[in-house]
């Protein structure tokens, strides 16, 4: 997905140089799941926010209750979606997976473009527990299921390893059942890198509306009054459209245009020049089987995601057969193509 190469209201490239997603498969791209970008389910506040927030529309119900420490916010949302985008990942690797989703905390601070200084491990570590503490209920189906639950937004999390300074190092997020659902029946879109370097929560919450939307249509459209009801925000309706007013001159968001039209219309316009990047090509277990032949020892899996990455940095052409792709590529690498 191609962006605009910057915007001045975005926070900065803080890691210019870093392979995104390193800890796990290269090139891999963020993902949201279709739920949460749907219906509001993190607080919009830059405070503590401990009010309970209650949405219903077109028969989806969304409860979510804040823990002592507030309700997890829309940065705090970072987490989920790196969890989301390793498993899918992996899942497109032919990989196993499972609700715990082991990382680097580096990794995760460097991928979702967050400081790596101290107050960063400090301000990761409150959010780890505000997306434990937050507890949606709600009728949403996930995977399929229509099922009324509660969970939180993350089930658990645990540092699984610290550095001499104390600082963590290794840690483990487990997923709720309900989100997990959602990963493995690719309930999720893709994002923005850029994503990431939004810096108001509105804008952030603007943006996955208009992606879940507007998506490769031209245009969207909705009304002032029900854009307010699904972005969650707890701003007065007339202080609500003021905010998207100064979004609207400031035209912050990738890939997306906004316009006010008559009628209190917000209107959602794809930018002229935007190409959506194909998904990542799949091996089959045959080919995976091949590439053993051809390169005895070596992890298969390893190998399939570094040749996604080189897709994915030379183009990310569509391919007729990404097995044929892959295997030439192995020939290469072994030294008999």
């Known amino acids: 997905m191609t962006v605009a190469a910057g915007n001045p209201g975005w926070l900065p490239d803080r890691h210019p140089t870093a392979d995104f997603f390193v ?3 290269l090139g891999a791209l963020p993902k949201d799941d279709l739920a949460s970008m749907e219906h509001p389910m993190f607080s919009l506040s830059t405070r503590p926010d401990r009010r309970i927030l209650a949405y219903d529309h077109n028969g989806v119900s969304v409860t979510v209750t804040p823990s002592v420490r507030g309700l997890a916010t829309i940065h705090d949302k ?3 979606i790196y969890c989301i985008s390793q498993l899918m990942a992996a899942l497109n690797a032919g990989r196993a997976v499972g609700r715990v989703v082991q990382m680097r905390a ?3 601070l460097v991928a979702t473009n967050r400081e790596t200084s101290g107050d960063g ?3 990761l570590k409150d959010a780890f527990e505000r997306l434990a503490g937050t507890r949606v209920t709600t009728n949403y189906a996930t995977g399929g299921q229509e099922v009324t639950q509660g969970f939180g937004l993350i089930e658990g999390w645990e540092i699984v390893r610290k550095s001499r300074g104390g600082r963590m ?3 483990s997020v487990t997923l709720s059942e309900w989100l997990y659902r959602a990963v493995l029946a ?3 879109l893709t994002l923005s890198r850029d994503y990431f370097r939004l810096r108001k929560p509105l804008e952030r919450r603007i943006y996955e509306l208009a992606r879940k939307h507007c998506g490769r249509q031209d245009s969207w459209r909705i009304s002032v009054t029900v854009l307010h009801k699904k972005s969650g925000s707890a701003s007065p309706r007339r202080v609500f459209r003021a905010m998207l007013r100064e979004m609207i001159a400031a ?4 890939d997306y245009d906004l316009t006010e ?4 219309i917000l209107r959602v316009s794809l930018r002229a020049g935007v190409i959506e990047t194909p998904p990542p090509p799949i091996v089959t277990a045959a080919a995976l089987d091949q590439a053993r032949a051809l390169m005895p020892g070596a992890d298969v899996h390893a190998l399939a995601a570094e040749w996604r990455g080189v897709w994915a940095r030379t183009g990310a052409q569509r391919l007729r057969s990404p097995d044929r792709a892959f295997l030439g590529w192995v020939k290469k690498r072994a030294g008999t193509g």
Do not use: A
């Not at 035209?251 to 990738?254: A, D, F, Q, T």
């Open 78 to 80: 970072d987490i989920v």
């Open 121 to 123: 491990y400090k301000r």
């Open 106 to 108: 580096h990794d995760l």
């Open 169 to 171: 190092v290794s840690v």
């Open 261 to 264: 039209e008559p009628g209190d």
């Open 23 to 25: 800890c796990d498969i």
């Open 186 to 188: 690719k309930s999720v």
């Open 251 to 254: 035209n912050p968001l990738p």
